[in-house]
């Protein structure tokens, strides 16, 4: 006879973190560094997710050989780190897309518009330290292009980079989130950013900056509109 197979339990030892990956495994999707999760968390699980960190955090600072018991300073680390992460420097993995209204071009507008410079925080995902930089978009609308306020670039830039990012990775998302919000004829990003894993080890470099572009639409086709916003990009900066 077969092996009788037995009903499966949640274990005892089961994390938050372990099913918040196991129903993503279960969707076949992808929960890289950069990649919002916020569609896999249930209510509740955030708190839970921080207090887990937290956990898991004392514990390297247990391997750091870093005494939490004793110095003040560091008792309330672990929390604080966790709460952090979660909160606030990456918050953009694990929240929904922030609400934006979107208005129709209802003046059929198709002259060049320039957002910027937008103040940008994200993280290296490769040693976690600090990513601090400017954003600049060009959008050329046509009369199906939606148009969003103003102040609604920032908070989508926001929530795009507050995640561990590359930079390269980073811009091309935010490309991606305004070609489907605006639907432009045209798309220029461009980001200027300070790298803090240039800084604080390696080859301790704090002058050298990176800066680079992604082009989607009319802004490849149209070298003179390129041209021209370029220029804007450079009187401003």
Same mark, same amino acid.
């Given at each position: ?69 004793? #110095? ?149 086709? #149209? ?15």
């Amino acid at each position: 006879m077969g092996k009788v197979q037995k009903p499966e339990h949640p274990s005892s030892e089961e994390t938050v973190s372990s099913r918040i990956r196991a129903r993503i495994l279960r969707a076949k999707k992808r929960f890289h560094a950069n990649d919002n999760i916020a569609a896999f968390i249930e209510p509740g699980e955030m708190e839970a997710l921080q207090a887990e960190v937290e956990q898991k955090f004392r514990a390297v600072l247990e391997s750091l050989v870093i005494d939490t018991d004793s #110095d003040h300073n560091t008792q309330d680390t672990a929390r604080r780190v966790a709460k952090m992460y979660l909160s606030e420097v990456f918050r953009g993995r694990y929240v929904e897309a922030p609400s934006i209204t979107e208005f129709p071009n209802a003046e059929a507008l198709n002259e060049l518009m320039m957002v910027g410079p937008i103040k940008v925080r994200s993280a290296c995902s490769h040693h976690f330290c600090p990513i601090m930089g400017r954003l600049w978009i060009g959008i050329m609308p046509n009369e199906h292009s939606n148009l969003i306020g103003l102040s609604k670039y920032s908070r989508l830039a926001e929530w795009v980079m507050s995640r561990p990012q590359i930079q390269e990775e980073a811009i091309a998302q935010m490309a991606e989130v305004l070609m489907k919000k605006v639907r432009p004829d045209g798309l220029a990003v461009v980001m200027e950013a300070d790298h803090f894993c240039m800084h604080w080890r390696g080859v301790k470099d704090d002058a050298t900056m990176m800066v680079n572009s992604v082009m989607r639409g009319s802004f490849l086709k #149209d070298h003179i509109l390129r041209s021209e916003f370029l220029a804007l990009l450079n009187h401003r900066s």
